[in-house]
């Protein structure tokens, strides 16, 4: 006769156990430079949304959007639970970021300074700072993910 644990796999305190260990950070992704480039991201995107709150409210909400993307980003990659959607191609999702967020905190940023008040001014600052940031995580990306596949693909 079969007992109840023979029809399963293993008990349930082993599988929420399993479930639960899919969630657990990388600590040595958040050391690695993508992890410091994402956290760093996180960081000046977070004070730009500080800034525009305090000056001009209207431009808070690319900060904000901007802010919670990243952040989705830096949680997938930490988890490695990026790994279970294979059908996407992350390196081409996470340039794309970078680079919509070049174009929008540029435009955002220089918006920002012509109200010439303090805390605008510094969320110009911090948003050419960001723009480096996101350029040089979207020249690794692609350096590093895009160019190799690129150059396979001519030689077959």
């Not at 802010?67 to 980003?73: E, K, N, S, V």
């Amino acid at each position: 006769m079969l007992s109840a644990w023979d029809r399963r796999d293993r008990p349930p305190e082993e599988g929420l156990a399993a479930e639960l260990r899919g969630f657990a950070v990388d600590k040595t992704f958040l050391s690695s430079l993508k992890g410091i480039l994402l956290e760093t991201e996180l960081a000046l995107t977070f004070i730009i949304f500080i800034c525009f709150t305090a000056s001009i409210s209207a431009y808070m909400a690319a900060a904000l959007l901007e802010f919670f993307i990243t952040l989705a980003f830096l949680f997938l990659y930490a988890t490695q639970y990026y790994q279970r959607f294979d059908r996407l191609n992350w390196p081409c999702l996470d340039f794309l970021r970078c680079v919509s967020a070049i174009i929008i905190f540029l435009v955002v940023s220089f918006a920002a300074v012509t109200s010439r008040d303090g805390a605008a001014i510094a969320a110009f600052v911090f948003g050419i700072i960001l723009v480096s940031v996101f350029a040089y995580d979207a020249f690794k990306i692609y350096r590093t993910e895009m160019a190799p596949r690129a150059t396979q693909g001519d030689q077959q």
